[in-house]
């Protein structure tokens, strides 16, 4: 038994509770009337002035009762509505750029709502016109071949997101042409339930045409042109350590070779004695050691 009937019952029982006293009262005035021996005296006078004074104060607690509990009633509601919506998740199917490529088309399921989504079911809905059914659509073909959208997720956590590829726009233009690619249109309706097994249903429009005549510039998203280039010199990195020993090779240049070189331009520099006189002085013998 819901809350609705519950408080219908005790809502009635509360009104026959009230009524009885004065259905009593009744039918003691209309037997009176009936037999004719009602005589107003002053103390029957004060007693159906205290009877309809007693009757009133029930009519007005009756109602001030029904109103209580109308309150109680709609503050269960409220309750109950509250608790609901804090374990209400919120599906979310939509169709998104790739960050590497704005040609490449990713799905996007989502959960922005308060709880976890269970039993994720999608449906196909309706196809645009102009396309010769589902089957030959080629966005709705390579929608429903992934398994997260022809068989459903079983769980979907608050704020998780499922992303993968799903199409190209120049491969589904080069296949039925730029018209028929960005005329379709379709509606996906999306079932699922929360913790307590409420079910939820929405319907999300896909519409194609909100893609035609848009334009990128700055060349992609930079968070992946840094990863791409990143990549770039790890794999640069990699190459120069190829073969068994993973070393690099490394030509040093240490002190000894900066003092070769260093004799080496002081004796090919111009104005230098190229002929020396024969002399016991092993400087005049050896140029380098003048140079030295």
Known sequence: MNSGKLNKYILTIVVLVLILPLAFIGG???GGSVQGNIKLTADSLSSWISALATAAIAVLTFILAKETWYLREAQTRQLAQLQQDAIKPFIDFSLVHCKASF???EVKIANYGQGIAKNVKFK???VSEGIDGAEKNPIVKALFSLGAVSNGISN???GQVYKSFVFGFLDVIREIGEQETFSTKFAIEISYFDIRNNEYKNIVLLDMSSFEGT???GGGDPLYKISNNLEKIVDWMNALTRGSS???SVNSYNNADRMRERKSIEVNRPGFPRHFPSSGNSA????LAIAA
């Open 124 to 126: 196909l809905v309706n």
């Open 28 to 30: 003691i005035v209309l």
């Open 246 to 248: 993973r070393r690099i």
């Open 284 to 287: 005049f013998q050896n140029p």
């Open 156 to 158: 979907l956590g608050i």
């Open 215 to 217: 334009i990128e510039i």
């Open 103 to 105: 040609h490449l088309i």
